[in-house]
């Protein structure tokens, strides 16, 4: 059978790592007759499952990505298959089995509804896979930021990468990146936290992330742009080394970093990790190293109160006067995290407003409500 990722803007990056081991995959807009494969997140479901509901075509429905791995049996009333967590070794050894007549109640890392009983069955998780066994992309097919670390510690109750790629942080070796940069000029890269590069995610091993950027910078024709977009930055790895090394080997003179309140109550509430002062601590040694920060944050948590959202908007303003620009978001309950069925609270009319004014000022970016 024919087999397509169905591809669209937003998805991108996780076909692209998924392109060198279904190298038989093509690319495409819209349901074909085949094997049809798809990624995505919470806020695409609804365009998902309402696409392949009305699919006129002889298909086998394969999902995978952040909302499929979060609730498999939701995204199993419209597809036969799902792919959970990783799936550089799942998605492969599943295609192999369902092409030759197989039986995939022994491919690991799957949910599917058998047939006889009509249950959802789960067939157990699959090791975590070694990044360096597995090219970042196929550029024949499509190309995509460097994916350098997978995983996290820290499990914000709002976040899935914990519960999808596991609290061990996992790295790229300097030498599996290198070899990925041979296609791309620019050189973007994805990561919880870039500073964490080479650590175990709590403590800082800056040694390493210097050694990663001079490798880099050694590269001819390349521009690098690290601990930007697609990747951010915690606000305590955020030190005068940090950013020295920043200056003196890349690109950007902008950071990515992820406050994600001005609530000291509600950044212990969501297991942040770390307090306002962090973010203020973060936002000074970024002025002083002239680097620009663009901080994101959450609206919406459900037991945020008007109070925390001022905080939150006062910190917001004092980022803005800072030089600092500001990404706002609202908060959205997603599957498997510990957030997944509450309701967000309202942003106030006030908050509102003045984040409103702040957007038609090009302070902030987002949606909020």
């Not at 799957?110 to 990044?131: C, M, P, S, W």
Request: hydrophobic share 35%; with cysteine; charged share 25%.
């Amino acid at each position: 059978m024919d087999v397509y990722f169905r591809w669209n803007r937003k998805n991108s990056y996780s076909i692209a790592a998924l392109s060198p081991v279904v190298p038989q995959a093509s690319l495409t807009k819209k349901p074909r007759d085949g094997i049809m494969l798809y990624s995505f997140s919470t806020n695409q479901k609804d365009t998902v499952f309402e696409e392949v509901k009305n699919a006129d075509t002889d298909s086998i429905f394969i999902a995978g990505g952040p909302h499929p791995s979060g609730a498999p049996e939701e995204t199993l009333t419209h597809f036969d298959y799902v792919v959970i967590g990783e799936g550089e070794e799942t998605l492969p050894n599943l295609l192999k089995v369902i092409g030759t007549g197989g039986d995939v109640s022994q491919v690991s890392g799957i949910a599917y509804v058998d047939k006889e009983t009509g249950k959802v069955v789960n067939t157990g998780k699959r090791d975590q896979v070694d990044l360096n066994s597995y090219p970042c992309f196929n550029p024949e097919v499509l190309l995509s930021p460097i994916e350098i670390s997978r995983g996290c510690p820290w499990g914000c109750k709002y976040c899935q990468t914990p519960r999808i790629f596991g609290s061990r942080v996992r790295h790229r070796d300097i030498g599996s990146i290198v070899k990925c940069t041979e296609h791309l000029k620019d050189l973007r890269f994805t990561s919880s936290n870039a500073f964490a590069y080479g650590s175990d995610g709590i403590h800082p091993r800056f040694d390493k992330v210097g050694k990663l950027l001079q490798e880099l910078h050694r590269l001819e024709g390349k521009q690098i742009f690290f601990g930007t977009f697609p990747s951010e930055v915690r606000p305590e790895f955020v030190t005068d080394e940090a950013l020295e090394l920043v200056v003196q080997y890349c690109t950007n003179k902008t950071i990515s970093l992820g406050a994600q309140s001005g609530s000291d109550r509600i950044l212990k509430e969501i297991w942040r990790g770390h307090t306002v002062d962090d973010v203020i601590t973060a936002v000074e040694r970024c002025s002083v190293h002239d680097i620009s920060p663009t901080v994101d944050f959450i609206f919406g948590y459900p037991t945020e109160t008007e109070e925390d959202q001022r905080n939150s908007l006062d910190l917001i303003k004092w980022i803005c006067g800072k030089g600092g620009s500001v990404r706002a978001h609202y908060l959205t309950p997603l599957p498997d995290t510990p957030y997944a069925d509450v309701v967000p609270s309202r942003v106030s009319k006030e908050v509102n407003r003045v984040l409103g004014k702040l957007a038609l000022e090009g302070k902030l970016t987002g949606s909020w409500k």
